[in-house]
Nanobody, 115 residues
Framework: QVRLVESGGGLVQAGGSLKLSCAVS????????LGWFRQAPGKQRELVAT???????TYGESVRGRFTIDRDNGKNTVYLQMNSLKPEDTGVYYC?????????WGQGTQVTVSS
């Protein structure tokens, strides 16, 4: 059973930083992409950042230059360092592991950025 556990969300003032973590257990393959997505109230879930098995990294346009994704393959953990946070970064952040044949999501962690 693949399980993802996120941590690190919280309340922060605009301009501040937070670091999210997502630990993956029960992985069924070494070929997977790890990623972060977010969903604000009333909006669709959107890409934040992904890190593929070949180390190719992708960022959403709104976070490029402020957020950094990093994966530790030894620990099956992916991190999201979020700097220069803005109120529009507020939302529930979800971790995702994508295999060629299946994908799994975490339960989400709330990030709230106050102005």
């Amino acid at each position: 059973q693949v399980r993802l556990v996120e941590s690190g969300g919280g309340l922060v003032q605009a301009g501040g930083s937070l670091k999210l973590s997502c630990a993956v257990s029960g992985s069924i393959s070494n070929d997977f992409t790890l990623g972060w997505f977010r969903q604000a109230p009333g909006k669709q879930r959107e890409l934040v950042a992904t890190s593929a098995a070949d180390d190719v990294v992708t960022y959403g346009e709104s976070v490029r230059g402020r957020f950094t994704i990093d994966r530790d393959n030894g620990k099956n953990t992916v991190y999201l360092q979020m700097n220069s946070l803005k109120p529009e970064d507020t939302g529930v952040y979800y971790c995702r592991v994508l295999y060629p044949f299946a994908d799994y999501w975490g339960q989400g962690t709330q990030v709230t950025v106050s102005s």
